[in-house]
């Protein structure tokens, strides 16, 4: 025993020591565990512009509307959704609320009217959206109670309902791509189970046997279950007896309701993970989501804008292609009277129009959210409670950092932007719930700025990238020799050849052949008798035998030239050279491309009040260096875009592409 001690205690001696090497040998580490173990109020976030992105969508721009009134509920509204643009609306309540069925007892017939509900479904069209129709709920006449909820006295009646509808809405009307989804929150409404006396399953069962077919419906989709919560192990005795009787389903329906992001993000996951053990690639509708399923005074404040961009960024690594998330609902229904105001603690985005119509900040979260890019996104790695997701368009113009704070704490940020794109930047807005700041900074690889996150708020940092001013490598090839990159268009203004005769010249190259029609450039002059401008002379590539092709207009006159595609190599340099000068009553504009001179007339336009531009047009595929104007005039300004008021600003370094003034 007293050995066992002795063995205990070397053990125990070893085990410290050991522990001891550890902790001092990994300080620093076990110093972060300790500091990530609170709250760091006074964070660095490092965003790296070279971070692989993935494609994305605006997964969460669907919406919802409850059944408060028996009139169209969207009319009020129709304005801001068409700006707005959802992408699919539903409606619930189609069968009991648009007295869409009637039932005579005496010849025991259904007739089904559909004014109000195509109403509605048009509304929906013309802001762009597709309708959403949830099949629900039973009509009160056609029940054993009168109860919408109940049971039918003949349940054929049912497929029937199915039936009409989807060839109505699919098939007469020729509606492309409705969804429906069968009923809305069996759980609820009806006290459906998945299994037992009245099970959802033989429900959706009967609604699949009821579809119509044939060449003059329209494809649609049609899904289920629309549980009320992520009910896991409902979801999964649905997608087995689906697998078993070899049902159709298109997607798997549910709702959810939670003050938290993280828990919506975990119970999409999971869900998603028993879609997958099923063998089953199905999208995941979420076709109602807020912050609590009862009234909650927080739909009515900024929480409710911070809560539905703290739930959106967290899901853009969840959600697919196709997975749509539809915020619920559009319109609050009517307030009783003692809420004069109209906010009651309703889940709807828009209050209802009897007191009077105005958006809630849950509104102005998706208003924002819908003006950013949304092309390619990536979530940025950031120590809780900071989450952040930056997305951008596709050729990285324009970008958007959301950040957001998930504690009750002001956290004071030092926001890092690193390897961002080359190019003359600018903090377009900082948008948060409570104000915007402009701001004009911005250098060319970098940013750092402060950014204060209020306690369980979002912000959002739009930033631009002002694409005439990418660099790439010079003609010459050495160190610090730059050309300029045409991810977007630049513009030359010229001196006036009413006053003066000019000639331009400028190095060109592609990195690759145009393999359809591109303009490279043209000539424009805005005149007093012409506003709006007029396109002298353009230098662009054609379709049919893709020969660079000089156009000249003037009015009706069009004259052309051209040079043969074989001429022109990738990553070569050509020197181009355009003059412009008088000739009589009429302007010559000669453009010579190396060896190639093309020489048309145009009749004269100009006249001292003209303005002359020369227009490179946007072209990732082209660079342009050493432009170089050369003038009888000695003091006349070449400029970009003012660059004079650019270069005295310290916005631009010129030396990066080189704007050379010559006297002739």
Do not use: C
Request: aromatic share 12%; hydrophobic share 40%; no cysteine.
């Amino acid at each position: 025993m007293r050995l066992a001690k002795h063995i205990a205690g070397y053990i125990t001696f070893i085990l410290l020591t050991a522990g001891l090497f550890l902790l001092v040998y990994n300080f620093d580490k076990v110093k972060l565990i300790f500091t990530h173990a609170g709250i760091n109020t006074t964070p660095d976030i490092f965003i790296y512009f070279n971070q692989k992105a993935k494609s994305t969508n605006k997964f969460w721009k669907s919406l919802a509307q409850g059944g408060e009134d028996n009139k169209p509920m969207l009319t009020p509204v129709l304005g801001q959704l068409q700006t707005y643009r959802p992408e699919y609306i539903r409606l619930d309540h189609i069968f009991d609320h648009y007295q869409t069925v009637s039932y005579n007892s005496k010849t025991k017939q259904i007739k089904l009217h559909w004014l109000l509900l195509d109403q509605a479904v048009d509304e929906i069209l013309s802001v762009g959206a597709t309708p959403v129709l949830a099949l629900s709920y039973y009509p009160s006449s056609l029940t054993i109670d009168g109860q919408t909820t109940s049971s039918l006295k003949n349940p054929a009646d049912w497929q029937y309902l199915v039936n009409q509808t989807i060839k109505h809405f699919s098939g007469k009307r020729g509606i492309d791509n409705v969804i429906y989804e069968v009923w809305n929150e069996p759980n609820l409404f009806g006290k459906f189970t998945i299994g037992g006396k009245k099970d959802y399953r033989l429900l959706y069962d009967q609604t699949i046997k009821a579809l119509p077919d044939g060449p003059q419906i329209k494809p649609f989709m049609i899904g289920g279950p629309s549980i009320s919560y992520a009910d896991y192990k409902g979801i999964s005795r649905f997608l087995a007896y689906v697998k078993k009787n070899n049902l159709r389903l298109d997607f798997v329906s549910f709702h959810i309701y939670q003050d938290s992001s993280k828990k919506t993000a975990y119970e999409i996951t999971k869900v998603k993970r028993i879609i997958a053990k099923y063998k089953m690639n199905l999208p995941v509708y979420i076709t109602e989501w807020g912050i609590n399923g009862d009234l909650d005074p927080r739909y009515d404040d900024l929480y409710g804008y911070n809560h539905a961009i703290k739930v959106i960024t967290g899901l853009d690594d969840i959600m697919g292609l196709k997975d749509k998330l539809f915020a619920f609902e559009i319109v609050d229904g009517r307030p009783p009277p003692k809420y004069k105001s109209g906010l009651w603690g309703r889940w709807g985005l828009f209050t209802h129009p009897s007191t009077s119509l105005r958006p809630k900040p849950r509104w102005r979260a998706f208003e924002k959210l819908n003006n950013l890019p949304w092309n390619l996104s990536f979530t940025p790695n950031t120590d809780w409670p900071i989450k952040a997701l930056v997305n951008f368009n596709q050729n990285k113009t324009k970008t958007a950092i959301i950040l957001t704070n998930h504690s009750q704490k002001t956290i004071y940020a030092k926001l890092h932007l690193r390897f961002m794109p080359n190019g003359l930047w600018r903090l377009v807005d900082l948008y948060t719930s409570q104000k915007i700041e402009k701001v004009k900074v911005i250098n060319n690889n970098s940013l750092d700025k402060n950014i204060t996150l209020l306690a369980g708020s979002a912000v959002i940092v739009n930033l631009e990238r002002l694409d005439n001013l990418v660099r790439s490598s010079g003609r010459l090839g050495y160190t610090n020799d730059y050309a300029l990159n045409l991810i977007d268009g630049w513009e030359l203004l010229l001196p006036n050849p009413n006053k003066t005769d000019f000639k331009l010249n400028f190095w060109f190259k592609y990195k690759n052949l145009p393999q359809n029609q591109e303009k490279l450039l043209d000539i424009k002059v805005v005149t007093n008798q012409r506003p709006a401008g007029v396109n002298l002379a353009e230098l662009s590539w054609q379709y049919r035998n893709f020969n660079l092709s000089l156009s000249l207009k003037n009015g009706n006159r069009l004259s052309r030239a051209s040079i043969p595609k074989e001429y022109f190599k990738t990553n070569k340099w050509y020197l181009a050279q355009i003059s412009l000068s008088k000739a009589g009553l009429n302007d010559l504009i000669v453009i010579k491309i190396d060896d190639y001179q093309l020489k048309l007339p145009i009749i004269k336009l100009s006249s001292p009040e003209s303005t002359w531009s020369l227009n490179f047009n946007q072209n990732h595929n082209l660079n342009i260096d050493d432009v170089a104007v050369v003038t009888r005039e000695i003091n006349w300004p070449a400029y970009a875009n003012d660059p004079k008021s650019i270069i005295s600003s310290g916005l631009v370094n010129l030396t990066n592409f080189d704007v050379n003034l010559a006297e002739d």
